[in-house]
């Protein structure tokens, strides 16, 4: 914004203005006046403020303090009227600890206040979450005290203005029961609910404890599960543990009191279970049979041997599968087992299919699991080859040449019998025989020709094949023959022009270039010769194309045929004073690409903190003084903004009107302060009668008394008499705001009107007046005052509160009604096409679970879906997904991600169960009823049946006769003509409902709708499978259950999401040509219809147009008119037209490929048509490169907390790239310029940045933070690089999708050589070392969503693998050594495949401890890299319930043996930090540490100042240059390092003082670069103000300015000289983004100016606007009064 600078006037008059000032994102300074009055006032947005004159404070000056609207306003540590009274800071007695009763009531005792001036307000520290202080006394309380491990620690602060004191005492709460817990049986099958029961009992009489909290522990392999829950009345409790579909071995529980911290074990039982892994098998074979040994595992999964097993075929294949035999199964199974068995097959299926089956390994305890097994059969055929595949040859006329290939078998069987069939030409004759005998498999037979052209066969091209072949299959092997001559002969030109025939001596053309092409074998001949003629002896006979050239004249091409001696042609080139020249220059062209990336941040933050000041108005401001206005300032103090601000003021105050002068207030952003004028309109006559009681009883004025008619009469009437009777003494108004939050969330706080006396402390209710203003519990009615008691009350009160999620009642009833499908275990069928009864057979296999439900429960899904957008509007949708499932949805949590996966899955089978009937009769097929209807179908529709598959009319009757409960005839009518017209049109191979003839019904079943649906559910089952769960139903129930319980742990606070864009640009160069057409023309007319055709050819053949693999850019024109057929040339003149041309990726897509670039020029020239060649130029086109783009956005940010009032360090996180060049050309001088993040959608309008710090190509760190390039990228090869990033708030990124646009110069729309970009949430970067380590970063990401938010697959930076990752949650950890500056531990587990693997474990070290990983070393002594091994630390809070420390140990690794030593070392810590190169204004700071961390600047000014800098991350040099340093100062440095958690080591410091600023010229820097500079001169000269902007002084030496620098120099007569005083009063000059400066007084006291005179007061006035995220004050605890602004 800019600034304004009132006038300056000195000496002893005042005078005061009156101005309105609105401004919008500006800066308005008011006018400024010395003596006793001094005002400045800054609006920013839509504030409004009134400046008015002011005629002093009433009776003295204030002493320490300025004057503000007749009133003293104190200096910070002042008090009084006249600010003379010096403020004392409170001092508190100590205070003993106190031990009380678990749900005692507990009252604190009243702190002792030994000393403190003015009386203070009382906040607690620390304390219980529950309890609550009084402001007034300092008075803990708690209504029922809950038991803890350790003492509640409780710390009370005493707070005036003159500082602070606390006294601390510690809480005991003791509990008063304990819990136990058993279950019955002790051994349990896999995925079985397990029922644990126990009670609570009293400590004090064993009696029952009802109701009470408690914690069920349930450990496993040294993973614990925690479950916070409540007994029954009776003091028992029965919890059905519902263990993972994976989990198997000894489990140990214990129910404790919440209090305690006991992991002593109270119970134990076992699940026994054994998987198949892997659990699907796919084999490819030839029938007979088929050995498959170690194909799978039988793996035992628990703590207790197995016995019994047993295997068994689930399906009928005998016309397939002759025999299938398991071999090596054993009948018992050790704990710890992993016994390999083979598979032996008979396949007896002679014809090529794919067939699928399933064995079921069982035991007598355990549920059998099974193994699908795909079979694919090939059938044994021959296949052939022929070497050379084809034969390219010239022939000679008159002369046999005698051609062979060898044909091989390379297929499985030997051949049928082979013939050779010739082109029907008697050009060609077999040499070797036309019937081959069969070949066996590898055999070759040599195939020989004879190819006679005769001595007179026409010179061409002869293009044809032929064939060998059995007769089922064969090979064709093409043939192509030039047919030349060995004779020679030669060729004689002459070359005349018009002159030949007119000018003296008939001359011939001299300097002609002519050239001569044989069109069969390419051989050229070229002959430059001045004198006319061009001879070529000893030619090859034939057809030769000649090219004439001569300077100045046309050109001239035709064909002849040589067939001996004497050949002889005269070409005639007319003269041309025209001439022109053609060239083809190779170059390069940028290409450039604009990558955008959206990502969704999401966070939980606190409510909004809004705090009024005054909160309070006394009406002495009203009815004792002339006040003009009350200034209300409404602060935010919170990270989110509230919606709707406004502010009501009483309507009832006797003899005065109140009148606001911004309504409604409007949004309040996050950390900003709105300041609200309210204007005061007095009836003074009214205020003398009523008020001070002048009137009597029947209004009429008292003897003696006049009616008031000036404010300086009612000040001097206040001075004297009190308040009159009929003054009530209480109003109220309120501020309100509200936030959004699924509905719409009503907040307000109430300000009250009240004199200098308190209203006192009644105790009234709703509706019933009290003593005095609060709540009593409701609002009623206004009638002299406000009719609510209780006391007074300034804390924020709730008015209503919606749901934050609308849709969560509609969801849980239908999602926890939608009960699992037994029969959707994973049977990897593929049915044929022409028979839709295996299918059926399939489904009649599973009618006993409610199908029809399931059916239905498509529409109880699809609400849901709706509910969500509908919820949403405008702003955001639930996208759907083809099958009529729900997308992940952007404010989805892991459990929330994985139920809706199984939705769809789902909601696939029902709709693939219900597509035989269609929508006939799916909806009844459930029940015994449903089941008895299939069994009745299947026989019907059976291959034995009356009418084979179709159903007759008798079988109609039977079907109808047993047809489930609801359905009707009509309905079952249309579900047999649906089944029998599906058979029919099958049959027809009508397998679609566009392949259907017009007129008849498409009611059929779609066959590609089923082939689809039933590849879905085929991958949906896998997926399930590789999961962990048994069936599609296990997945989905553990998946709705993990979702309840996720939905009862709430978040405390608020959901802000903000969406962030940056945008990413890449260039690189590509290869293109210049192709220039100049034209000289000298002739006396000009050029007119121009046009020039430019023709792209292959080298080797001229017949072929090649422009479609090229894109021609428009012409750029000098001199010509136009080349389109309308251009011009003028006479004498010479012009030009230059093309870029540049290849499409089809170019040359492989090789490099040679192209002619030529064409054509026509014009007209005095009314004559004449056409020119332009003769092609050779070029080289080279492959491209083709480039697949992969962005990685980290998900985990770990930054600063905003629920603790410590500010954490923010850890860089990353946006990972991988580019991989799939093309076979060379990616040259690429680069990728990122900007900065950008917030383009905030609803909540979150207090929040990110920025981008730094960036690394491969592993090296980039010079520019923002750039990263690459050079040149070789084809077939990738790069990788990535940015490294901070935000001001710890969340998680919950979405990101990446798009790209394809910037073509214009005129020249290239091909892209970006074939993809794809995007993904990055869990990690790592670094995949085997088979070996290229040293560069790869990506660890989640690709498919689960429960546990694990990682899925590794994409790595060679080309761009992806791999699947297996995760490990349940690692034994032992050996834990924990120290004061070391750690160590052992933990493994039992691996249970090769490849990738990542493992998660509770973290051994304290959640707070500077403890840092310092190695993690496998058991076979490998030592894990440094990138693939990590720690986080996050605290998830949850309303009413303890916080969650997710405190981890993250390990990637492959081939894992299982067992791993971790230790723990020391955070690093700078050391030797030293300051060199101080100057006035700067210095450099140098210091040793970690190459690799991230470091903070503390700047220390004094005890009450600090700031905080991020330094680049990884900075190798580890130095910081200072700037912007105070002249003259001492300053303390410290440099800390930050490390996971994140935390901030302590840190190292340097004190230094900057050089003194000798001259008389003091240089202050803004936040917007702006510098004002003030002249302090001595004697009888002062300097005025100077500020940025706009500059105006007074009317003696007036001088103004305009730029970023304004000196004011102002001279006052015999006035003496002024003093500077720097650094000892802030000027309100500081903002980020639009400025907005407050206006700053001359006087004694001022920064950067001199006053002249005695008397004058300075007054600042700050506000910050703009975009970076400035961290707001800290929430009060709940109960605490918020502090004033």
Not at 417 to 428: C, H, K, M, R, Y
Not at 946 to 966: D, K
Not at 1200 to 1217: M, V
Request: with cysteine; aromatic share 8%; net charge negative.
């Amino acid at each position: 914004g800019t600034t304004s600078t009132g006038t300056t006037s000195t000496g002893t008059t005042s005078t005061g203005t009156t101005r309105l000032i609105v401004t919008t994102g500006s800066t308005s300074t008011g006018t400024t006046s010395t003596g006793t009055t001094s005002t400045g006032t800054t609006s920013t947005g839509t504030t409004a403020i009134l400046t008015t004159g002011n005629p002093g404070c009433y009776p003295s000056p204030c002493e320490h303090g300025s004057c503000l609207y007749g009133a003293c306003s104190c200096f910070a540590g002042w008090n009084g009227l006249n600010c003379s009274i010096p403020s004392v800071a409170p001092k508190l007695a100590p205070m003993a600890n106190v031990i009380v009763a678990e749900f005692a009531p507990f009252v604190s005792a009243t702190p002792e206040l030994l000393q403190g001036f003015p009386t203070p307000t009382f906040v607690a520290v620390s304390k219980p979450a529950l309890a609550t202080i009084n402001p007034s006394t300092g008075v803990v309380s708690w209504p029922s005290v809950i038991a803890a491990e350790t003492p509640y620690p409780v710390t009370i602060r005493a707070v005036n203005s003159g500082g602070s004191g606390d006294t601390t005492f510690q809480l005991t709460v003791l509990p008063s029961y304990n819990c136990s817990s058993a279950v019955s049986p002790d051994v349990y099958t896999l995925g079985g609910p397990i029922n644990i029961q126990g009670s609570c009992r009293t400590l004090a009489t064993d009696a029952p404890a009802g109701s009470v909290p408690f914690v069920l522990r349930v450990y496993w392999r040294g993973s614990t599960r925690a479950f916070s829950l409540t007994t029954r009345p009776t003091g028992t409790f029965v919890y059905q543990f519902v263990p993972w579909a994976t989990e198997a071995g000894l489990f140990t529980f214990g129910a404790y009191h919440p209090a305690s911290s006991s992991v002593t074990p109270q119970g134990q039982f076992n699940i026994v279970g054994f998987k198949l892994q892997p659990s699907t098998y796919t084999v490819r074979g030839f029938p007979g049979r088929l050995d498959f040994p170690n194909f799978t595992s039988i793996v035992n999964m628990g703590d207790l041997p197995l016995s019994g097993l047993s295997v068994a075929a689930v399906l009928n294949l005998d016309n397939v599968v002759k025999t299938a035999n398991l071999i090596g199964v054993p009948t018992d199974l050790p704990v710890g087992a992993a016994v390999p068995i083979s598979l032996t097959l008979n396949v007896t299926a002679p014809w090529q299919t794919t067939i699928g089956f399933t064995l079921t390994v069982s035991t007598p305890a355990v549920v059998s699991v099974e193994i699908r097994i795909t079979v694919i059969i090939s059938r044994q055929v021959a296949s052939f080859t022929a070497s050379p595949a084809s034969i390219n040859q010239n022939l000679v006329r008159g002369r046999p040449q005698l051609f062979q290939t060898m044909i091989t078998n390379v297929g499985t069987a030997t051949s049928g019998p082979l013939t050779v069939s010739l082109p029907n030409d008697p050009l060609f004759s077999l040499s070797s025989a036309q019937y081959i005998a069969p070949l066996a498999v590898g055999a070759s037979t040599l195939v020989q020709f004879f190819v006679s052209p005769p001595a007179d066969m026409a010179f061409a091209t002869i293009n044809t094949d032929f064939v060998v072949n059995d007769n089922e299959v064969g090979v064709r092997i093409p043939l192509r023959f030039g047919v030349t001559s060995s004779d020679t002969g030669d060729f004689n030109v002459t070359v005349t022009d018009e002159f030949t025939f007119f000018a003296p001596g008939n001359p011939l053309v001299s300097g002609i270039h002519v050239s001569l092409t044989n069109t069969i074998t390419g051989a050229s001949f070229t002959i430059n010769d001045a004198n006319g003629t061009a001879f070529f002896p000893e030619l090859v006979q034939g057809n030769y194309l000649v090219n004439v050239q001569a300077l100045k004249h046309a050109s001239a091409q035709f064909t002849v045929e040589i067939i001996g001696y004497g050949t002889k042609s005269e070409v005639f080139l007319r003269r041309d004073i025209v001439s022109y020249t053609w060239t083809v220059t190779p170059t390069t062209i940028q290409d450039e690409y604009k990558f955008t990336l959206k990502a969704t941040f999401e966070t939980y933050v606190p409510a909004p903190v809004i705090i009024v000041e005054p909160s309070r108005v006394p009406l002495d401001d009203l009815y004792k003084t002339d006040k003009p206005q009350v200034v209300f300032t409404i602060s935010n103090k919170g990270w989110i903004a509230a919606d709707n601000g406004d502010i009501e003021v009483p309507e009832n105050l006797p003899c005065i009107t109140l009148t606001q002068l911004v309504k409604p207030v409007g949004v309040i952003p996050a950390n900003t302060t709105v300041v609200v004028p309210v204007v005061i309109t007095r009836d003074y006559e009214c205020i003398d009668c009523y008020v001070y009681g002048i009137c009597d009883g029947s209004g009429a004025r008292k003897r003696g008394e006049q009616p008031l008619a000036t404010a300086q009469q009612l000040r001097k009437r206040a001075a004297i008499n009190g308040y009159g009777y009929l003054l009530s003494p209480c109003y109220a108004g309120v501020v309100k705001w509200t936030l959004e939050c699924g509905g719409t969330i009503d907040y307000q706080v109430v300000v009250s009107w009240t004199p200098n006396t308190p209203c006192g402390t009644g105790s009234g209710s709703s509706g019933a007046p009290g003593g005095g203003l609060g709540w009593g519990g409701g609002w009623n009615t206004w009638g002299g005052g406000l009719v609510v008691g209780g006391g007074i009350t300034y804390t924020t009160s709730y008015v209503y509160q919606h749901k934050c999620n609308p849709c969560a009642n509609e969801e849980l009833a239908c999602l926890i009604g939608f009960l699992p499908l037994p029969c959707l275990n994973p049977l990897l069928l593929v049915f044929p096409p022409d028979n839709p009864l295996a299918a059926v057979q399939w489904i009649a296999s599973c009618i006993a679970p409610p199908l029809g439900f399931a059916v239905n429960a498509f529409k109880c899904i699809y609400e849901i879906g709706k509910c969500r957008m509908d919820s949403a509007g405008s702003k955001r949708s639930a996208p759907m997904l083809p099958d009529g499932g729900i997308a992940k949805r952007d404010a989805a949590a892991a459990a929330q991600d994985y139920l809706y996966i199984n939705v769809g899955r789902m909601l696939n089978a029902a709709e693939l169960f219900a597509l035989p009937f269609g929508d006939h009769l799916s909806d009844y097929l459930h029940g015994q009823d449903g089941s008895t209807f299939m069994t009745v179908f299947v026989t019907c529709a059976a291959d034995d049946s009356a009418s084979g598959r179709f159903l007759s009319p008798a079988e109609r009757t039977s079907l109808l006769a047993v047809l489930p409960n609801g359905a009707t005839e009509e309905e079952a009518t249309l579900a047999f003509d649906r089944w029998d017209r599906t058979l029919e049109f099958w049959q027809a191979g009508i397998y679609t409902p566009d392949q259907v003839p017009d007129g008849e019904s498409t009611d059929f079943i779609d066959h590609t709708e089923w082939q689809t649906r039933t590849a879905r559910y085929v991958e949906d089952s896998t997926q399930a499978l590789q999961e962990g769960y048994s069936s599609l139903a296990a997945a989905y129930n553990y998946a709705q259950t993990n979702y309840d319980l996720e939905q009862s742990r709430k978040d405390e606070g608020i959901c802000a999401k903000v969406v962030i864009e940056i945008d990413l640009d890449m260039v690189l160069t590509r290869q293109a040509f210049r192709a220039k057409l100049t034209i000289n023309n000298a002739a006396s007319v000009p050029l007119e219809n121009i046009l020039v055709e430019i023709t792209i050819t292959p080298f080797d053949d001229a017949s072929i147009n090649a422009n479609s693999k090229f894109v021609i850019g428009a012409p750029t024109l000098v001199g010509v008119t136009g080349v389109d057929g309308s251009g011009s040339l003028g006479i004498q003149s010479e012009g030009s037209a230059t093309w870029m041309i540049v290849p499409n990726n089809n170019a040359a897509p492989f090789n490099d490929t040679k192209y002619r670039i030529g064409g054509r020029l026509v014009y007209t020239s005095d009314g004559v048509n004449l056409t020119n060649t332009l003769w092609p130029a050779t070029v080289t086109v080279t492959p491209e490169a083709l480039m697949d783009v992969y962005f990685y956005l980290q998900e985990q940010v770990y930054s600063d907390d905003p629920f603790t009032a410590a500010i954490e360090p923010a850890d860089p996180f990353y946006l990972g790239l991988l580019i991989v060049n799939n093309g076979y050309g060379i990616a040259r001088q690429m680069r990728i310029t990122a900007g900065q993040p950008r917030i383009v959608e905030n609803e909540k309008g979150l207090l929040i940045s990110f920025s981008i710090i730094g960036s690394h190509v491969g592993n090296k760190a980039s010079d520019d933070s923002l750039t990263v390039s690459f050079g040149d990228v070789p084809a077939r090869s990738a790069v990788v690089a990535d940015w490294i990033m901070i935000s001001s708030l710890q969340g998680k990124f919950i979405s990101v999708e990446a798009t790209y646009q394809h910037i073509t110069p214009t005129g020249l729309p290239m091909s892209s050589l970006v074939s993809n970009v794809s995007s993904h949430l990055l869990t990690r970067e790592v670094r995949i070392d085997w088979p070996s380590d290229d040293g560069l970063m790869d990506f660890l990401t989640n690709q498919n969503p689960d429960p546990q938010d694990l990682p899925d697959h590794v994409h790595s930076s060679a080309f761009g693998v992806m791999s699947l990752v297996f995760a490990v949650t349940n690692a034994t950890i032992r050996d834990v050594r924990i120290q004061a500056n070391s750690a160590s531990a052992n933990f493994s587990f039992t691996p249970t495949t090769t490849g990738f693997q990542y493992v998660r474990i509770e973290d051994i070290v304290p959640f707070d401890a500077p403890l840092m990983v310092a190695s993690v070393t496998r058991s076979d002594g490998k030592v894990l890299l440094p990138q693939n091994r990590w720690q986080t630390r996050r605290i998830r809070r949850l309303q009413n319930e303890p916080s969650l420390y997710l405190h981890h140990l993250h390990v990637f690794d492959f081939n894992t043996t299982g067992s791993y030593t971790v230790t723990y070392a020391s955070a690093p810590l700078v050391s030797s930090l030293t300051a060199s190169s101080v100057t006035k204004s700067g210095a450099m700071l140098q210091w040793t540490g970690p190459p690799t961390a991230v470091y903070y600047i503390v700047t220390r000014l004094d005890a009450k100042r600090s700031e905080s800098t991020t330094v680049h991350p990884r900075l190798l040099s580890r130095v910081v240059t200072l700037t912007e340093l105070t002249p003259d100062t001492d300053y303390t440095f410290g440099v800390a390092v930050a490390y996971p958690g994140p935390f901030i080591s302590d840190p190292q410091y340097v004190t230094l003082r900057t050089a003194s600023n000798v001259s008389t010229t003091a240089v202050f820097t803004t936040s917007t670069g702006t510098t004002s500079t003030g002249t302090t001169s001595t004697g009888s000269t002062s300097t005025g103000t100077t500020s940025s902007g706009t500059t105006s002084t007074g009317s003696t030496g007036q001088t103004s300015s305009t730029g970023s620098t304004g000196t004011t120099s102002t001279s006052t007569g015999t006035t003496s000289t002024g003093t500077t005083s720097t650094g000892t009063t802030s000027t309100g000059t500081t903002s980020t983004g639009s400025t907005s400066t407050g206006t700053t007084s001359t006087g004694t006291t001022s920064t950067g100016s001199t006053s002249t005179g005695t008397t004058g007061t300075t007054s600042t006035a700050t506000t910050s606007t703009g975009t970076t995220a400035t961290r707001p004050t800290r929430p009060p605890s709940p109960g605490q009064t918020p502090p004033r602004t």
